[in-house]
């Protein structure tokens, strides 16, 4: 049987997902695969957390 389990992340830190090229931000994506414990993955884009988006140039595939 199961069941639902709630977690409160609240104090859990949070890691932004927006794939930018600014890897100097402390809340990058990069910095995630370094902490141990839990954590929160939310995109930081035009947020008051974003520490500053560098988009990434995407250029055409030959």
């Given amino acids: 049987m199961g069941g639902i389990i709630f ?3 609240d104090n859990y ?4 997902d ?3 090229d600014n890897t ?3 809340k990058h994506i990069t910095k995630a ?3 141990t414990g839990g954590c929160k ?3 930081l ?4 957390d974003c520490e500053g988006c560098i988009p990434r140039k ?3 595939r030959k």
């Fill in 41 to 43: 993955i939310s995109k």
């Fill in 58 to 60: 995407r250029g055409k």
């Fill in 24 to 26: 100097n931000c402390s």
């Fill in 7 to 9: 977690i409160n992340t």
């Fill in 18 to 20: 927006s794939r930018c």
């Fill in 13 to 16: 830190p949070m890691f932004c």
């Fill in 33 to 35: 695969y370094q902490h």
């Fill in 45 to 48: 884009r035009d947020t008051e």
